[in-house]
């Protein structure tokens, strides 16, 4: 996939929550939830939901004379994503050690997930090997 991740602003994030919630939506019922207790037109939002289709994090289908949009990337795919474009960024050893301490802020818990994410991954990759 070659979905653009970059300059991801918070209304973008709104629009892509709101969709993985909803499954699919329109901008008007977009708009209707979040855009105008925020004094946002419906332009605005109209333009962020034909962005995030161009960055091909979002698809769209004609319904009538509205477009409905639906996902086309998940929470954990454009975590992965913006994670990604980051590291591709730094060096990867500082990368993971940042990783490695903001886990360790989170807790023991994630510290242990952590771990068990990697061993989960060791033996999924030696048994297709």
Do not use: C, P
């Not at 979002?58 to 477009?67: D, Q, V």
């Amino acid at each position: 996939m070659n979905a653009d991740v970059s300059h991801l602003g918070e209304l973008e994030m709104t629009v892509l929550e709101y969709v993985w919630e909803h499954g699919e939506s329109d901008v008007k019922s977009a708009h209707r939830a979040f855009g105008e207790e925020r004094g946002i037109t419906h332009n605005t939002v109209q333009s962020t939901f034909k962005r995030l289709w161009t960055k091909k994090l979002l698809s769209r289908h004609k319904k009538g004379h509205a477009y409905i949009y639906s996902q086309r990337v998940d929470r954990r795919e454009l975590t992965e994503l913006l994670v990604g474009e980051l590291v591709a960024e730094t060096d990867m050893h500082v990368a993971l050690e940042a990783f490695v301490n903001l886990a360790d802020r989170a807790g023991a818990g994630t510290l242990d997930a952590l771990e068990a994410l990697i061993a989960a991954k060791r033996q999924a990759s030696d048994e297709s090997q």
